[in-house]
């Protein structure tokens, strides 16, 4: 792993600003199936029938392409009224014979274009409509992931349906309710984060990343660990560096050690030297046992622990995040090169949404508003 070159973006301020809770928005990462659906497309058939024989339509396609070829449709409204169409489709029904269609008429979907022909189509429907006309389109092949989507595709496409779900990732109403737990919040421990990788840089002992582990409970959130990057510490020269001593690798083997920070010591606690060595948390005595993660963390693992990072983490730290269980992961800064949560950089892992990995977990990009105060940041993979 080579140095990257370090390049510069501007950004708020890494310390802590005048608000206590710094305000910004939480975007949820789209997963790799959820990015590979925006662009796919169905070619599929679509005729023309009276609505006084619309049912026995429907009953004829069904009987020719059962469960509709193996093809899932359910997203998209099976007949629909010429006016509910995009013009694009009315055009093509209007090449396909020469009578415009009537308002009497409704225009339904057949199937694939792949599972069956459309003279076999023609002459089942010919027992009910008269000379019916088949003509193909293109529709999208998976369903929407929400109600703006669909929106699109209905213009674009056909009448599109959106069932408040996602196949491709996860429920919205599981994104939306987390994001009301940890909104509050995301802004202090990214300040955090931005502090100790601020550090970090200043010492010489890493790049400009940070990284903050907090455990909830009962709907508050508690540092557990913090850490910088450390790569340079002790490496003879610039060179690739000490890949084992990325920010998030350090946090989570700190968890793994069971060192642990209360909220208020790890606000001003020793972040130097958090930048360069794991230092020894203690808590506070009357939060001592409420810290103590031995009970609730089997080894390295971190379930439901949440990691705030500056950057997106690299494949590496991605895969160990993935590994040690967390449940929620939010970055500032996308790494388009390096990073490996994302779906859609350079790379596409979406390594937080993978089922063939066995473990799922939320992510985010927080991106903070401004607040008028700027502030130097590596562009560099934690």
Same mark, same amino acid.
């Given at each position: 792993?080579?140095?990257?070159?370090?390049?510069?973006?501007?950004?708020?301020?890494?310390?802590?600003?005048?608000?206590?809770?710094?305000?910004?928005?939480?975007?949820?990462?789209?997963?790799?199936?959820? !990015?590979?659906?925006?662009?796919?497309?169905? #070619?599929?058939?679509?005729?023309?029938?009276?609505?006084?024989?619309?049912?026995?339509?429907?009953?004829?396609?069904?009987?020719?392409?059962?469960?509709?070829?193996?093809?899932?449709?359910?997203?998209?409204?099976?007949?629909?009224?010429?006016?509910? @169409?995009?013009?694009?489709?009315?055009?093509?029904?209007?090449?396909?014979? @020469?009578?415009?269609?009537?308002?009497?008429?409704?225009?339904?979907?057949?199937?694939?274009?792949?599972?069956?022909?459309?003279?076999?189509?023609?002459?089942?429907?010919?027992?009910?409509?008269?000379?019916? @006309?088949?003509?193909?389109? =293109?529709?999208?092949?998976?369903?929407? !992931?929400?109600? /703006? $989507?669909?929106?699109?595709?209905?213009?674009?496409?056909?009448?599109?349906?959106?069932?408040?779900? &996602?196949?491709?990732?996860?429920?919205?109403? %599981?994104?939306?309710?987390?994001?009301?737990?940890?909104?509050? /919040?995301?802004?202090?421990?990214?300040?955090?984060?931005?502090?100790?990788?601020?550090?970090?840089?200043?010492?010489?002992?890493?790049?400009?990343?940070?990284?903050? %582990?907090?455990?909830?409970?009962?709907?508050?959130?508690?540092?557990?660990?913090?850490?910088?990057?450390?790569?340079?510490?002790?490496?003879?020269?610039?060179?690739?560096? &000490?890949?084992?001593?990325?920010?998030?690798?350090?946090?989570?083997?700190?968890?793994?050690?069971?060192?642990?920070?209360?909220? /208020?010591?790890? $606000?001003?606690?020793?972040?130097?030297?958090?930048? @360069?060595?794991?230092? *020894?948390?203690?808590?506070?005595?009357?939060?001592?046992?409420?810290?103590?993660?031995?009970? !609730?963390?089997?080894?390295?693992? +971190?379930? #439901?622990? *949440? %990691?705030? +990072?500056?950057? /997106?983490? +690299?494949?590496? +730290?991605?895969?160990? %995040?993935?590994?040690?269980?967390?449940?929620?992961?939010?970055? =500032?800064?996308?790494?388009?090169?390096?990073?490996?949560?994302?779906?859609?950089?350079?790379?596409?892992?979406?390594?937080?949404?993978?089922?063939?990995?066995?473990?799922?977990?939320?992510?985010? $990009?927080?991106?903070?508003?401004?607040?008028? $105060?700027?502030? *130097?940041?590596?562009?560099?993979?934690?």
């Amino acid at each position: 792993m080579t140095r990257e070159t370090k390049g510069k973006e501007t950004c708020t301020n890494a310390k802590a600003v005048p608000d206590a809770t710094p305000k910004g928005i939480l975007v949820p990462l789209k997963t790799t199936l959820e !990015t590979r659906a925006r662009g796919s497309l169905l #070619d599929v058939y679509v005729t023309s029938v009276p609505v006084k024989q619309a049912s026995g339509a429907l009953e004829v396609i069904r009987r020719l392409l059962p469960g509709d070829g193996g093809v899932d449709l359910q997203h998209l409204r099976r007949f629909a009224k010429a006016r509910d @169409v995009p013009d694009a489709v009315r055009e093509a029904f209007e090449r396909a014979r @020469v009578e415009v269609l009537g308002a009497t008429e409704l225009l339904l979907i057949v199937g694939s274009t792949n599972a069956i022909s459309s003279a076999v189509v023609a002459e089942e429907l010919s027992v009910i409509v008269n000379d019916a @006309v088949i003509f193909s389109i =293109q529709v999208p092949r998976l369903a929407p !992931t929400s109600q /703006e $989507q669909a929106t699109l595709w209905s213009s674009q496409y056909w009448p599109t349906v959106y069932k408040k779900s &996602n196949p491709f990732g996860p429920h919205p109403s %599981i994104v939306s309710r987390t994001e009301q737990e940890i909104h509050g /919040e995301v802004g202090k421990w990214m300040d955090l984060a931005s502090e100790v990788a601020r550090q970090a840089d200043g010492t010489g002992s890493g790049e400009t990343v940070g990284v903050v %582990i907090v455990e909830r409970k009962n709907g508050i959130g508690h540092p557990v660990a913090v850490a910088g990057d450390a790569r340079w510490v002790g490496w003879p020269s610039k060179g690739a560096g &000490n890949v084992t001593a990325h920010a998030a690798l350090r946090a989570i083997a700190m968890v793994a050690d069971g060192v642990k920070a209360t909220s /208020e010591s790890a $606000q001003t606690f020793n972040a130097v030297s958090a930048s @360069v060595t794991q230092p *020894e948390f203690k808590a506070d005595p009357a939060d001592q046992d409420h810290f103590d993660l031995s009970g !609730t963390v089997a080894g390295y693992l +971190c379930h #439901d622990l *949440e %990691i705030y +990072c500056t950057h /997106e983490p +690299c494949v590496m +730290c991605s895969m160990a %995040i993935l590994h040690s269980r967390f449940g929620k992961v939010i970055f =500032q800064y996308r790494m388009p090169k390096t990073g490996g949560m994302c779906a859609d950089g350079d790379l596409g892992h979406g390594l937080f949404w993978r089922k063939e990995l066995n473990w799922t977990l939320l992510a985010w $990009q927080w991106i903070r508003s401004s607040n008028g $105060q700027s502030f *130097e940041l590596a562009d560099f993979h934690a």
